[in-house]
């Protein structure tokens, strides 16, 4: 084994989808044929050259393992399953002879083929991030099926970079799987960490043959308390893991990262085990007290879960005391730089005042190398880095629009009747007789695919190359085909298709003040699926009316009530980059007054629903469970403020996706929806049990068709999803809808999907009346 040093500047992990979202283009092109295996991992490897030099031109060196090997074509949890050898069962006939998977069969688990739903996806961590989860059970055959990681290292060892091999960790690797449909109850992953960590050792061992010095093992599942695993039952394992990986003869030196939060119990764990780095996020974790350690203490005192430049002096002092608990101290972000943009200097839209606040992920990875030289040189090395840094915080601070004395006053004036609505019993009433709908109700979730027609238009707005008139008549035309087609489907509650829309939550930040928006700002949601985030830099309100005029124009096209349809304040603050200088819950109530202000407009101008999207409640709930008492306050708060001006016979819907419902079930309910939607076709309704103990009593509709994925779910498969759900939820409750949104599917898979859903829904209904 080595014993090089463990940088004194790093990173965790770096955006990898290329400035121009070069991989998401040839993943895709990959995908409809237009390409094949070899120019797809040309591509890739062309990225992960760039990405090295890149690095090395910021700060970084290049022969130090500072350089974080950490590439994936869809999402590194899928990499590390199909490392191990963990492919579910009904995926099988993909593995090869000598026991691998190619680039075509891995895509297959991610999107799902024929009657082989894809592998589950939810949310990683307290992130927008999505990963795949893994289906482990007695049956899962752990080798080491793929040396792509191999292969990656020696592919920069050729090129004379010595990079550091980036893996989800064994521990959080079992954390996060679920028991494969073929478990005995009772049956948990962790349960084969002991046949795991072989092969763990196995591919240690081939990293180094290749040059690895050190390699970096994530274990953000040791930070997180929200895993449904005892805790006691947790810290054994990463003590059983990390004594038996470190205790390898032929591996890298190890270290252990842990973003996300504090490591707290686990640190002194790990400091027991015989690896040589621990990885503590100090942005969003505490320094630890009464602890010290001869390993190298890693400090994530540079966020990478955010875009402000923030306050370097500050972080350089962290570091300072972090010295104090080891004489070994290095500096790295607290989280991969996956989550960030890549260079706020290529933001044309951006003001020059605004970019000075700000820190992409290029930004980010020199402000890693200024502290490492503050480390190695002193304080005075970097006081005028750190000065600047200060200046431009100070600057942020005293801008206009930060603060807005009316938007404050508003907030002041609040009363708790502001976020209480009526009976449910009186709402539900009123709304049958005003709304009149059939049992089983049928819709969508808002959105419908989005054209390359659809994305001309826009962008010919925005470049005035269409008047507004041409322009909205674009638009009018698409709403007018999208509600033909819902009622030629038969849907019961129609929405406009959202066609205006370039994104949920982009899309109000750009009608409301106090954001901002990037033309190149671009970050990975899941596999392909790339976003933009818009900044969240001031107080927020809402100038004019932002949907009404979409609403109204769908509604008078149809006698079928119109849906219409908001993004929540939880949600937006999610998905955005958000200030950072007052709590989440003041900036959360800003949005909801701007929406409740929305939902006034459209309820007056005859929008009978009114659909207000939390699908990141459950995202941003914290890792520590001394945190979500407050959490759950302050959103659940925010959505009610938004929600409760409305009359009884208005029915407000809410939408969740990946929300692990059972985890937040007592939030959910306390939201006061009067329909809630929900993902659960992908795990085949697993969330209904949850459902069913909570006594929730108000609509409630579990998706019956996985949007994320391009298969279309047969009649059979819809019916044996609608009847799980009767079998547990009341009749009168129960809505049929899809898992989320179509923007991202095509028309023809989404037309012959909803045409199958609509079936399902009659023959259930006709069997339900006739046992009636």
Known sequence: MSESPFPTGSILGYPRIGRRRELKKAVESFWAGRIDADELEA??????????????????????????????????????AVTVGAVPTRFSSLVGADGTIDLAGYFTIARGEGQNAPAEMTKWFDSNYHYLVPEIGPETDFHLASERLVREVAEATTSGYRTRPVIVG???????????????????????????LPVYAELLAALTAVGAEWVQLDEPGLVSETIDVPRERVLAAAKRAYDALGASPIRPQI???????????????????????????????????????????VGGVVDGHNIW??????????????????RRVAVTTSTSLFHVPHDVEDEPLLGGQLKSWLAFADQKVAQVAILARGLAEGRDAIRDELDAASA?????????????????????????ADFTRGEYAARLAAQDAALGLPLLPTTTIGSFPQTGDIRKARAAFGKGELTEAQYTEAMRAEIRRVVELQESIGLDVIVHGEPERNDMVQYFAENLDGFAVTQNGWVQSYGSRCTRPSILWGDVSRPAPITVEWSSYTQSLTAKPVKGMLTGPV????????????PLGETANQVALALRDEIEDLEAAGIRIIQVDEPALRELLPLKKKDHADYLDWSVGSFRLATSGVRDETQIHTHLCYSEFGVVIDAIDH?????????????????????????????????????????VPSVEEVTDLIEIALGSIPQRQVWVNPDCGLKTRGYDETVASLTNVLAATRAVRERVLARA
């Open 309 to 326: 430049r923030g306050d370097l002096s500050a972080a350089f002092d962290r570091l300072s005391a972090l010295r104090e608990l080891s």
């Open 571 to 582: 949600t937006i603050l999610a998905w955005s980059f958000v200030r950072d200088d007052q």
């Open 671 to 711: 939201l006061d929806a009067d329909v809630t939607s929900i993902e659960a076709a992908r795990s085949k309704m697993e969330v209904v049990p949850d459902i069913r103990r909570s006594g929730f009593g108000r609509g409630i509709g579990p998706g019956v068709y996985d949007i994320h994925s391009p298969r």
């Open 255 to 297: 270290f252990v990262a842990a973003p996300y939060g504090s490591l707290d119990e686990a640190l002194p764990v790990l400091d027991s085990t015989p690896i040589e780095a621990i990885g503590l996020d100090l942005v969003r974790g505490d320094l630890p007290k009464g602890f010290h350690t001869e390993k190298t203490l």
């Open 43 to 80: 591509t890739a490897a062309s990225l992960r050259r760039t990405t090295r030099e890149r690095l090395v031109g910021l700060g970084l060196g290049a022969t130090d393992s500072s350089i974080p090997e950490a590439f994936s074509y869809y999402d590194q949890v899928l990499d590390a």
């Open 170 to 196: 064994p521990v959080t690797f079992l954390l996060l799987s679920k028991p494969s449909e073929d478990a005995p109850e009772g049956y948990q992953p962790l349960d084969r960490l002991d046949d795991l």
């Open 392 to 416: 431009a915080l100070e600057d942020r601070h005293a801008a206009a629009g930060v603060r807005d004395g009316s938007v404050r006053a508003r907030i002041a004036s609040l009363s708790p």
